[in-house]
């Protein structure tokens, strides 16, 4: 099974990014799909997930959002309204276990990261 994203980069105060996972050796279609985070010096946190409902967490609700293609077995995370404190490592991951899904315990498999860097 491997996540592989892509999409991060550089990008001014108020841009936006499209983060993509592409999931394969397994179908995820009924698996949950999250997306972490985690900056320099501090421990990874939770930042969306959807499974057969959508979860946010209150930093970035209204701003970020989840989607997943279960044809293509992708899942994106779109990213407006950026700002500096949303600087970090940006991971995927999925679970197979659909419960407690805003914890990175819940999940079985992770990505590499991707890097979103926000600066003037």
């Known amino acids: 099974v491997q996540l592989v994203e892509s999409g991060g980069g550089l990008v001014q105060p108020g841009g936006s990014l499209r983060l993509s996972c592409a999931a394969s050796?397994?179908?995820?279609?009924?698996?949950?799909m999250g997306w972490f985070r985690q900056a320099p010096g501090k421990e990874r946190e939770f930042v969306a997930a959807q499974t057969w409902d959508t979860y946010y967490a209150d930093a970035v609700k209204g701003r970020f959002t989840i989607s997943r293609d279960t044809a293509k077995n992708t899942v994106h995370l779109q990213l407006n309204d950026l700002k500096p404190e949303d600087t970090a490592v940006y991971y995927c991951?999925?679970?197979?276990?659909?419960?407690?899904?805003?914890?990175?315990?819940?999940?079985?498999?992770w990505g590499q990261g991707t890097q979103v860097t926000v600066s003037s």
């Open positions: 050796g397994r179908d995820f279609a009924r698996s949950a």
């Open positions: 991951a999925a679970s197979l276990a659909n419960y407690y899904i805003t914890r990175a315990t819940a999940y079985d498999y």
